[in-house]
């Protein structure tokens, strides 16, 4: 068979009972990081455009909407909530290729698995394989969809979705293959926002969340797609990555034994995750030695050369963010926080925060050096050079954060429209709950429409 069919049948067969018992304990905490981060960023302007949008175009109220209780298409409801998830990019990520999966399959999943009265048990099944097949598409292409100017979780993002569909609404595996080939032709996603912080990148999200389950929907009907998409004539990587090596027994290698999807890491700061060590440095030497930034004359940072581009040029916006986009994706200005402020979180990301003389005086002291032996997983060095000639170090990896660790995330993340006792609620219901329930999450967390006023 090929990669596609082989990830369909597989997808189409996965059951929640011989599924190792570490992927499913994953589940209900990856549900909880990305609801809380669809409440954090329900107001942002992007979100409430594309629930607007959703309203506007109607259709079956199939789906609920968590932010306002209203009902739409699952297709629609996805693609807000996937929007909502990714506009503070503060979901999790593969390290090996850069892509951040839980906005889009936990969004395709509870909107598919709601719409086709899915079991939980299915819904968590669902999670499981689009996580699976997005590490898996991910990790053929490593980084090098960016480095094509190609937002990579805009490439994997639809077909990752479509497994993630597919699942929920217990499609046969020929089925499966058809929506996951129909979505290889929904995979795009151009780097452009990076020039001016606008938000193509979170309609990335949305979009290929749209995208796999249209893709699943007309797979229900029978609708064909190609066999061939990730590994034969004219398949996605030929396409987008021409003339480079890629190792396309990936996508199928070890299938039931090494979980890949498991590898996604949860973020603690609402910034580009590469950053997130970092940070976690600059907060270590700041708790050991009592930081002040005027005795500061330099933060050193030695980074991977791929991330460079992503988060340390061009360096004024970088130094001066002028959007949120701006601030998220730099390392001068986060760093700084962390010193200043003693901890980042979506504070930071606020115009009167990035407007502060202090940060910006910090942030053009915090330079950054080339160093090809860092970036293979998300891991950092920061020296901090002082006034009196004396320099500290510290290191860091991204590490996988306790389940109180992520309760309290979504608290502050979901605080501000569930209130702070019904977000502590909320966070202990659903990481008690071991497969989710739509119906259930919707009593959990849905605000009434009077909330949005």
């Known amino acids: 068979?090929?990669?596609?069919?082989?990830?369909?049948?597989?997808?189409?067969?996965?059951?929640?009972?011989?599924?190792?018992?570490?992927?499913?304990?994953?589940?209900?905490l990856r549900v909880l990081d990305t609801l809380g981060l669809v409440l954090a960023g329900a107001d942002i302007e992007a979100s409430r455009a594309a629930a607007d949008h959703a309203r506007s175009q109607g259709g079956i109220a199939?789906?609920?909407?968590?932010?306002?209780?209203?009902?739409?298409?699952?297709?629609?409801?996805?693609?807000?909530?996937?929007v909502a998830a990714h506009c503070r990019d503060f979901d999790d990520t593969f390290p090996d290729s850069v892509v951040h999966p839980?906005?889009?399959?936990?969004?395709?999943?509870?909107?598919?698995?709601?719409?086709?009265?899915?079991?939980?048990?299915d819904i968590g099944c669902a999670i499981l394989a689009g996580y699976e097949v997005a590490a898996r598409l991910g990790a053929v292409a490593g980084r090098r969809f960016h480095a094509r100017g190609l937002h990579a979780t805009g490439v994997v993002g639809p077909i990752a979705a479509a497994a993630a569909a597919t699942r929920a609404a217990r499609?046969?595996?020929?089925?499966?293959a058809w929506a996951l080939g129909l979505a290889a032709s929904m995979s795009g996603g151009l780097m452009a926002f990076q020039a001016d912080g606008?938000?193509?990148?979170?309609?990335?999200?949305?979009?290929?969340?749209?995208?796999?389950?249209?893709?699943?929907?007309?797979?229900?009907?029978?609708?064909?797609?190609?066999?061939?998409?990730?590994?034969?004539?004219?398949?996605?990587?030929?396409a987008l990555l021409a003339g480079e090596e890629c190792d396309l027994s990936l996508l199928t290698r070890d299938l039931n034994t090494a979980w890949l999807g498991g590898g996604a890491?949860?973020?603690?700061?609402p910034c580009a995750h590469v950053i997130q060590p970092y940070i976690d440095a600059a907060l270590s030497l700041r708790r050991d030695h009592g930081l002040r930034p005027d005795d500061i004359t330099e933060v050193r940072c030695p980074i991977a050369p791929w991330a460079v581009p992503i988060v340390c040029t061009p360096r004024a916006p970088k130094i001066a963010p002028d959007t949120e986009l701006d601030a998220i994706a730099s390392l001068p200005y986060m760093i700084a926080a962390a010193i200043a402020d003693g901890d980042v979180t979506l504070a930071a990301l606020a115009e009167s925060c990035r407007q502060r003389s202090d940060l910006r005086a910090l942030a053009s002291r915090v330079t950054h050096v080339e160093d090809a032996s860092l970036g293979q997983g998300?891991?950092?060095?920061?020296?901090?050079?002082?006034?009196?000639?004396?320099?500290?170090?510290?290191?860091?990896?991204?590490?996988?954060?306790?389940?109180?660790?992520?309760?309290?995330?979504?608290?502050a993340n979901a605080e501000a429209r569930l209130g702070a006792v019904r977000a502590r609620e909320a966070a202990q219901r659903l990481a008690a709950m071991p497969a989710p329930d739509p119906s259930a999450i919707a009593e959990i967390i849905a605000t009434e429409p009077a909330a949005l006023a």
Request: with cysteine; proline share 5%.
């Open 1 to 28: 068979m090929t990669a596609v069919e082989t990830l369909g049948h597989w997808c189409a067969a996965l059951s929640w009972s011989a599924t190792p018992p570490a992927q499913r304990a994953l589940v209900p």
């Open 62 to 82: 199939a789906a609920t909407l968590f932010t306002d209780r209203g009902r739409f298409p699952a297709a629609s409801v996805a693609l807000v909530h996937g």
């Open 102 to 121: 839980g906005s889009v399959v936990v969004a395709a999943a509870l909107a598919m698995g709601e719409a086709a009265r899915a079991a939980p048990e």
């Open 171 to 176: 499609l046969t595996g020929t089925q499966t």
């Open 198 to 238: 606008t938000w193509s990148k979170w309609l990335h999200v949305g979009w290929a969340a749209h995208g796999g389950i249209t893709a699943a929907e007309l797979a229900t009907r029978n609708f064909r797609g190609p066999r061939t998409a990730l590994d034969g004539a004219g398949n996605l990587y030929a």
């Open 265 to 269: 890491r949860f973020k603690i700061y």
């Open 378 to 411: 998300f891991d950092a060095r920061l020296e901090i050079h002082f006034t009196n000639g004396d320099m500290k170090v510290a290191t860091a990896v991204a590490a996988v954060p306790e389940t109180g660790r992520l309760m309290a995330k979504f608290v």
